[in-house]
């Protein structure tokens, strides 16, 4: 599986932005679709996920009722919508995903990594 990601860029605080995800190759293997981040010198952060087979999603509490992870299969895209950008969402983002059932949280149960976007948050 191979995971195309776009979409970063410069936003005020207060902005949005849309992330976006194309995955390819074995795509019928894919059980979650996550997104992460890393902040310069910190550790990679799970942000959001979807479970493919039941449509449920997950979120990191710091950016619940901002954020909002989707597909829409028409387009073969998984999206990432983000609303009411602070500076602290400032960071390369991730698409990952995964063909187990490990928690789709942890960043070591994902088998495939997009290249990362970034998306800077200005104050």
């Known amino acids: 599986v191979q995971l195309q990601a776009s979409g970063g860029g410069l936003v005020q605080a207060g902005g949005s932005l849309r992330l976006s995800c194309v995955p390819s190759?074995?795509?019928?293997?894919?059980?979650?679709v996550g997104w992460f981040r890393q902040a310069p010198g910190k550790e990679r952060e799970f942000v959001a996920a979807?479970?493919?087979?039941?449509?449920?999603?997950n979120y990191v509490d710091s950016v619940k009722g901002r954020f909002t992870i989707s597909r829409d299969n028409a387009k073969n895209t998984e999206y990432l919508q983000m609303n009411s950008l602070k500076p602290e969402d400032t960071a390369v983002y991730y698409c990952?995903?995964?063909?187990?059932?490990?928690?789709?949280?942890?960043?070591?149960?994902?088998?495939?990594w997009g290249q990362g976007t970034l998306v800077t948050v200005s104050s």
């Open positions: 190759g074995r795509t019928f293997s894919i059980h979650d």
């Open positions: 990952a995903a995964k063909s187990n059932i490990l928690d789709p949280g942890r960043a070591n149960a994902y088998n495939y």
């Open positions: 979807t479970t493919w087979t039941t449509g449920s999603t």
